[in-house]
Every structure is written in C-alpha cells, then in structure tokens.
Nanobody, 116 residues
Framework: QVQLVESGGGLVQAGGSLRVSCTAP????????MGWFRRTPGKQRNLIAS???????NYRDSVKGRFTISRDNAKNTMYLQMNSLSPADTAVYYC??????????WGQGTQVTVSS
C-alpha cells in the first residue's frame, strides 16, 4: 500500500493565502486522477478539487476561483494553492486518488486554520 503525505498547513488570517502539498512514493501517483478533500469537525470529508494525470481540473463551487490545484508528476507531488481564505475554509485537508483505491492509504492530513 502507498501512504500519502500532506504538508503545508498552518494558521493564516482571513484573506490570506496558503499552499498545501501532497506527496506519494513510487510511480503510481502519475497514473491517477488525484483530488484534494477536506473535513471540518463533525462533518464528512468532501472532495473540493481534482486533477487528471493530464492536468484537467475540476473544483467544488465553494472554492472555485480561489483555489488552484496542480501537480508535478516527475516529483510525485500535488499542490493546492489557496487564496482569499475565509474561516469557512478551516479544515483538515487530505489528498487521495479518484476513485479511491485499496492501494492508497489516507494520510494524516494537514490542518488549515483561518482566523477572522
């Protein structure tokens, strides 16, 4: 199984920006559509952005125009650039493949906290 590693979270003021990263060992990363998910306390983990191996992106309406997903297949790394952050974006951010597969294990996630 492949364990994903998310990083780059932190505390930021409303209106600020943050970039989180997702890395995966091995070559499986470059073959998959990947996505960023987030979970707020008491709620389900929701998909907010996705990117195909060719670079086609898709966004949930709540982040469209503010977040940008990208990937570097050579580095087995995916990014989420988050701009114009609001307290509603406070969550633990995770990455995973789409669709989910038994070969990839959820990582610990990275906490993003936006203060008002």
């Amino acid at each position: 199984q492949v364990q994903l590693v998310e990083s780059g979270g932190g505390l930021v003021q409303a209106g600020g920006s943050l970039r989180v990263s997702c890395t995966a060992p091995g070559s499986i990363f470059s073959t998959l559509t990947m996505g960023w998910f987030r979970r707020t306390p008491g709620k389900q983990r929701n998909l907010i952005a996705s990117i195909t191996r060719g670079g086609t992106t898709n966004y949930r309406d709540s982040v469209k125009g503010r977040f940008t997903i990208s990937r570097d297949n050579a580095k087995n790394t995916m990014y989420l650039q988050m701009n114009s952050l609001s307290p509603a974006d406070t969550a633990v951010y995770y990455c995973n493949s789409i669709p989910l597969t038994d070969e990839i294990v959820w990582g610990q996630g990275t906490q993003v906290t936006v203060s008002s």
